[in-house]
């Protein structure tokens, strides 16, 4: 486990500012051309460290799994003219190593990457630089725009640090438009809402999976499927055609499958062939584009950082999507459903939505009671990062696999966020959490819950998040008013080995739903010995069942619209 001294921590509190010091071990001189900017730029300076000499060192930073992540370091620039040098020394925020001086010696593949900040002014008079989205689901390592140099080979030695200049002589090419196919459309529409609010134009989509026989079926009018989830790259797992012949099987760390790859191909070409048959029912799926400047998606919330998302997806999105193909268009015939974030969404939507939607089907969800966020109790513990006794204390896990070895920790994921973005502009999980729950710091960024350097909760911002956000508070809070609009609605499942601890939050949820009265007649199901992200299938691996979304619920969501559409509700002309 790796220590962090007090002097360690006083330098890293500097960590993102340009200021200059003396340098302790290597220092890299990063700079651009005029060819690619002759305007200053702002943004992120992200310095990569590879021992992996196989791959630019931008394409394997993996969030999730921190060890198969290269070393980070990061430092903000404010007006970076073409030709200055951006300098990072020890003042750079580093993970896992806290600084450049703490990197061991040996060879290194080496790359820069600049995430480009933009000034928004929003309506309510703030002013804030952030990464925009630019169709990529705000990943910077390959957001459209943003500047990167060549890996370069570098042996570095502790024992005589050297002057290293790498210069941002590529930028990432754009992104071009989706194709409509017969089943798969796609639309784009501007947000008043979030225009207003942001003081810019911005766009939400939705990738649209339309039934055989829309075009050739005009009366019919269908039920709606929302499903949620993280930026999706197009409607997830349907293909019309069978496995690419010369697919060269891959092998999957987190299913220990050989030929993962060529086995989502065929359970997406098995979707296809269900979704046409003769006695399939005909409804319509969409997911939905809504990145952001600090995510690659909402969480399909309203939130005083991110604006109002919510309202934006539900009142302009959804009515549209409706509008243009002939969704039925009532809350009896809207279903939601999805995984993890989607999980959460799927919830969430319900809960502030309860009229709008019929059921939700939240697998593996983020954190619904935030007395387990993750394994936090944010109103109680003192510390995001560890565990304290007497005389000893343990760091937090927040990350696991099956058989319960931890690869990462709670300092970890976040310190790994802090190096590649501050106030919340990672584009990380932890970092999304904060700027949907929280509200609006002294700065105007979000307000963190607990410091990222020390890991110590803000009761304040805890006690905001659980009256806004805390989902099984809130229910149990609202059930008055809720019961005649959510009973028989929600289902959750989360496997009991879920890789980031999303268990116990279902554990606490679940306790405070069948404590309600009158009861809320929906359903909880755990998958024994299940990873992230066990959705309910108890008969399939979790590999298989992960790619069963848009029809897996279909029998509970068939049953609750006989049982609750109204007279006259159409039940019909969707069934040809």
Not at 159 to 188: C, M, S, Y
Not at 410 to 436: K, P, T
Not at 480 to 497: D, E, S
Not at 553 to 564: T, V
Request: proline letters at 7%.
């Amino acid at each position: 486990m790796r220590k962090f001294t007090l002097a360690a921590l006083g330098s890293i509190v500097l960590a993102g500012s340009a200021s200059a010091g003396a340098a302790k071990g290597p220092e890299f001189a990063i700079s651009y051309p005029a060819s690619q900017s002759s305007a200053p730029l702002d943004g992120r300076v992200i310095l990569l460290l590879s021992r992996d000499m196989s791959r630019e060192p931008r394409t394997h930073v993996e969030a999730n799994e921190p060890l198969a992540s290269p070393y980070l370091f990061g430092l903000n620039v404010d007006g970076l003219a073409p030709g200055a040098e951006a300098v990072l020394n020890d003042n750079a925020f580093g993970w896992p190593a806290a600084h450049l001086s703490a990197i061991p010696s040996g060879d290194y593949f080496v790359q820069a990457v600049l995430n480009r900040y933009e000034t928004f002014h929003l309506a309510d008079g703030r002013t804030l630089k952030l990464p925009p989205d630019k169709g990529e689901g705000q990943q910077w390592a390959r957001k459209p725009g943003n500047l990167y140099s060549t890996p370069v080979k570098l042996h570095l030695d502790a024992a005589h640090p050297v002057r290293t200049a790498l210069v941002l002589d590529k930028q990432i090419e754009p992104i071009g438009p989706k194709t409509d196919t017969e089943f798969v459309k796609h639309i784009r529409i501007r947000s008043e809402l979030l225009s207003r609010f942001w003081g810019r134009d911005v766009f939400l989509g939705a990738h649209v999976l339309v039934p055989k026989g829309f075009a050739d079926h005009p009366q019919a009018r269908y039920p709606l499927m929302v499903f949620h989830g993280h930026y999706p790259d197009d409607i997830s797992g349907f293909r019309t055609t069978p496995p690419d012949a010369d697919l060269k099987p891959d092998f999957s760390e987190r299913f220990h499958l050989a030929g993962y790859n060529r086995i989502q191909q065929q359970e997406a070409y098995a979707f296809y062939q269900k979704w046409i048959s003769a006695d399939f029912p005909r409804f319509l799926v969409i997911e939905i584009e809504h990145a952001n400047p600090f995510y690659d998606d909402s969480y399909a919330v309203n939130s005083a950082n991110l604006g109002p998302y919510g309202d934006a997806i539900n009142k302009e999105l959804i009515p549209e999507v409706e509008r243009r193909f002939r969704g039925i268009g009532a809350g009896w015939a809207r279903f939601t459903y999805g995984g993890s974030t989607g999980g959460w969404e799927a919830l969430a939507t319900q809960v502030f939505y309860p009229d709008m939607y019929n059921g939700a089907f939240a697998a593996c969800p983020d954190p619904i009671d935030f007395r387990a966020y993750t394994l936090i109790d944010i109103y109680k513990d003192r510390s995001a990062y560890t565990l304290k006794g007497e005389a000893s204390s343990v760091e937090r896990p927040a990350f696991r696999n099956y058989l319960g070895e931890m690869f990462a920790t709670q300092r970890d994921e976040n310190y790994m966020e802090l190096a590649q973005g501050d106030r919340s502009r990672s584009g990380g999980q932890y970092d999304i959490w904060q700027a949907v729950f929280s509200p609006v710091g002294s700065d105007g960024y979000p307000k963190p819950i607990f410091d990222k350097v020390s890991g110590v909760i803000d009761p304040a911002v805890a006690n905001y998040w659980r009256e806004h956000f805390d989902l099984a508070y809130i229910i149990s809070r609202d059930w008055k008013t809720l019961a005649p609009k959510l009973q028989g609605k929600i289902h959750l499942y989360v496997g009991n080995g879920d890789n980031y601890y999303l268990t116990d939050s279902v554990y606490f949820g679940q306790e405070r739903l069948e404590a309600l009265q009158p009861a809320y007649g929906g359903s909880v199901a755990y998958g024994d010995r299940a990873e992230h992200c066990w959705n309910g299938d108890p008969k399939q691996p979790n590999a298989y069942s992960r790619l069963h979304y848009n029809f897996q619920y279909l029998p509970q969501i068939l049953e609750r619209i006989k049982a609750s559409a109204p007279a006259g509700a159409d039940l019909k002309s969707w069934r040809y």
